[in-house]
């Protein structure tokens, strides 16, 4: 029997949000990356929407978004992308339409200063505000990291908000590796109800 994970392919957890998102979005799709980062899940999303859609892209870091952009051109798809030097809690200020992803990924910028990292309070706030951008269906993929102090504190505003909620209106899974050590990444998606 074919084994559609591959070999430890869910360790990877980018590759799990990532199959979710595809169940979401396509070409023509609205999509946001809430933290740039790196640049990938903006090119990810970028290359899904195709030439009809467009993404918007979130980093208080130029940094982050210098990188972001530079991978863009190098692929082609920067006509595909806004890429916004502010915070992902005012991502709605920016937005003129419903979306149908609406993608995290906690922490610091890998490779950057790991005294800018993401905050309970303001992750929070901005996940509470996205549910409001969604279309019916639609998702929010964040994947959090346990292993420095500000991360758990992340994940447990996140755990105790997501415990909260009516589950008439979103359906919430979390995902985590039960028997990888030290602290590996966590995956949350919120579904928004049809």
Same mark, same amino acid.
């Given at each position: !029997? ?6 430890? &392919? ?7 949000? $990532? ?5 979401? =979005? %396509? ?27 467009? =993404?918007?892209?979130?980093?208080? $870091? /130029? /940094? ?5 952009? #530079? ?10 992308? %806004?890429?916004? @030097?502010?915070?992902?809690?005012? !991502? ?8 149908? =992803? ?12 790991? #005294? ?7 992750? &929070? ?24 102090? /500000? ?7 996140? !755990? ?8 008439? #209106? ?9 028997? $990888?050590?030290?602290? @590996? ?5 919120? $579904?928004?109800?049809?």
């Amino acid at each position: !029997m074919h084994n559609v994970w591959g070999c430890f &392919l869910f360790k990877r957890i980018t590759a799990l949000t $990532q199959a979710q998102v595809d169940l979401v =979005v %396509s070409e023509g799709s609205i999509a946001v990356d809430a933290t740039a980062g790196n640049g990938y899940d903006t090119l990810y999303l970028a290359e899904k929407v195709g030439n009809s859609g467009h =993404v918007y892209s979130f980093d208080i $870091q /130029e /940094e982050a978004l210098h990188k972001t952009g #530079e991978l863009l051109r190098e692929k082609g798809l920067s006509a595909r992308v %806004s890429l916004i @030097p502010d915070s992902h809690v005012n !991502m709605s200020e920016y937005l003129t339409e419903k979306v149908s =992803v609406i993608m995290y990924n906690l922490g610091y910028l890998p490779g950057g200063n790991q #005294e800018v990292t993401t905050t309970a309070r303001v992750t &929070l706030e901005s996940v509470e505000k996205s549910l409001t951008l969604l279309n019916p269906g639609g998702i929010i993929t964040i994947v959090v990291y346990p292993g420095h102090p /500000e991360g758990e504190r992340e994940k447990e505003t996140l !755990m105790a908000y997501c415990n909260r909620q009516n589950s008439a #209106e979103t359906a919430i899974l979390h995902t985590h590796l039960l028997n $990888q050590k030290g602290f @590996p990444p966590e995956l949350i998606i919120i $579904q928004k109800a049809c």
